[in-house]
Protein backbone atom coordinates (compact mmCIF):
# COMPACT_ATOMS: atom_id res chain seq x y z
CA UNK A 1 0.00 0.00 0.00
CA UNK A 2 1.25 3.30 -1.34
CA UNK A 3 1.16 6.66 0.87
CA UNK A 4 1.22 10.38 -0.15
CA UNK A 5 3.63 12.26 -0.16
CA UNK A 6 3.32 14.19 3.23
CA UNK A 7 1.58 11.45 5.41
CA UNK A 8 3.05 9.39 7.60
CA UNK A 9 3.05 5.81 6.97
CA UNK A 10 0.36 3.95 9.59
CA UNK A 11 3.02 2.20 11.65
CA UNK A 12 5.24 5.63 12.38
CA UNK A 13 2.14 7.52 13.40
CA UNK A 14 1.94 8.91 17.06
CA UNK A 15 -0.73 7.79 19.11
CA UNK A 16 -2.53 8.88 21.77
CA UNK A 17 -4.27 7.36 24.87
CA UNK A 18 -7.65 9.13 25.65
CA UNK A 19 -9.92 8.39 28.49
CA UNK A 20 -13.03 9.85 29.39
CA UNK A 21 -12.95 10.90 32.97
CA UNK A 22 -16.21 12.69 33.01
CA UNK A 23 -19.74 12.68 31.86
CA UNK A 24 -20.65 15.02 29.01
CA UNK A 25 -24.17 15.38 30.53
CA UNK A 26 -25.54 18.87 31.36
CA UNK A 27 -22.35 19.97 29.07
CA UNK A 28 -23.03 21.51 25.18
CA UNK A 29 -24.36 19.02 23.00
CA UNK A 30 -21.16 19.76 20.61
CA UNK A 31 -19.06 18.41 23.23
CA UNK A 32 -20.86 15.11 23.59
CA UNK A 33 -20.22 15.01 19.96
CA UNK A 34 -16.80 15.54 20.22
CA UNK A 35 -16.58 12.59 22.91
CA UNK A 36 -18.33 10.43 20.04
CA UNK A 37 -16.08 11.26 17.88
CA UNK A 38 -13.41 10.00 19.99
CA UNK A 39 -14.90 6.42 20.68
CA UNK A 40 -15.25 7.15 23.56
CA UNK A 41 -18.87 5.78 25.20
CA UNK A 42 -18.56 6.10 28.92
CA UNK A 43 -16.48 6.70 32.09
CA UNK A 44 -13.55 5.22 31.90
CA UNK A 45 -13.77 3.99 28.86
CA UNK A 46 -9.78 4.79 27.00
CA UNK A 47 -9.11 4.42 23.42
CA UNK A 48 -6.36 4.78 21.17
CA UNK A 49 -6.37 6.82 18.57
CA UNK A 50 -3.74 8.35 16.07
CA UNK A 51 -1.94 11.60 16.71
CA UNK A 52 -4.00 14.14 14.26
CA UNK A 53 -4.50 18.08 14.21
CA UNK A 54 -8.12 16.87 14.33
CA UNK A 55 -7.78 14.43 16.55
CA UNK A 56 -5.91 17.54 18.82
CA UNK A 57 -9.08 19.08 17.87
CA UNK A 58 -11.51 17.37 19.59
CA UNK A 59 -9.80 16.92 22.78
CA UNK A 60 -9.44 20.64 22.74
CA UNK A 61 -12.76 20.62 22.87
CA UNK A 62 -13.59 18.00 25.72
CA UNK A 63 -10.49 19.04 27.88
CA UNK A 64 -12.41 19.47 30.66
CA UNK A 65 -13.82 15.53 30.64
CA UNK A 66 -10.88 13.98 29.47
CA UNK A 67 -7.26 12.62 30.49
CA UNK A 68 -4.26 12.42 27.50
CA UNK A 69 -1.41 9.95 27.91
CA UNK A 70 1.07 9.20 25.17
CA UNK A 71 0.12 5.76 23.76
CA UNK A 72 2.93 3.27 21.51
Known amino acids: ?17 VTQIR ?3 GFDKK ?3 ALRGLGLR ?4 TVDVVDTPSTR ?10 TV ?4
Open 1 to 17: MATRRGQAKPAESKRLK
Open 23 to 25: SGI
Open 31 to 33: QTL
Open 42 to 45: RLNH
Open 57 to 66: GLILKVRHLV
Open 69 to 72: AEGN
